[in-house]
């Protein structure tokens, strides 16, 4: 996206704006202060992040709270071969399963929003990537204060865990009633 933004910058008044799965206000999965998807290049995040549109963040605040627990690995599980063949084997690559807890899926929140947007609570804010510090390059820095400036992202805050995963387990289960023999 920043390379499109450098090549046409028209680009950012054609797009109504552009909604990523990246950051976190509050701590990192990358380093301490940074997470990876903007830790990866923050450079490039720092362009997007300053393009003049508005950015839809949903960060590891909110994707944390997506966790496979035990009970949604039972309805992926009834799912059949979808299920078992690869959605458990897919989740179960990274991490262990139990009643309470099991490994998030971030990516699926991002997608989760677009299909319906009350899923993620947003919260307006300016957010501005650390380029340069020893610590801290690729932290998303957001201020929901403000300061005087106009908002330049919509940073995503909570989930609704349970709507969360009936969307989600709801179209897995279409896609599932559609491979079964």
Not at 45 to 74: H, K, N, P, Q, Y
């Amino acid at each position: 996206m920043a390379l499109a933004v450098l090549r046409e910058p028209a680009i950012v008044g054609w797009a109504r704006g552009l909604t990523i799965l990246g950051g976190s206000y509050t701590r990192g999965n990358f380093s301490p202060a940074a997470e990876f998807n903007i830790a990866a290049d923050p450079e490039a995040a720092a362009v997007v992040f300053g393009a003049g549109w508005t950015v839809t963040m949903i960060g590891l605040d909110v994707s944390r709270g997506a966790v496979t627990t035990r009970a949604v690995a039972e309805r992926m599980a009834a799912m059949g071969r979808l299920g078992t063949d690869l959605l458990l084997p897919c989740v179960r690559f990274y991490g262990m399963i139990t009643a309470e807890d099991g490994p998030a899926i971030h990516d699926a929140c991002a997608i989760a929003h677009l299909i319906d947007p009350s899923l993620i609570t947003l919260e307006p804010a300016v957010v501005d990537v650390e380029t340069a510090g020893r610590f801290t390059a690729g932290m998303t820095v957001t201020d929901f204060a403000l300061r005087g400036r106009a908002p330049n992202a919509l940073v995503g805050t909570s989930l609704d865990v349970g709507r969360f995963w009936d969307l989600l387990l709801t179209v897995y289960a279409r896609v599932a009633e559609s491979i079964e023999p």
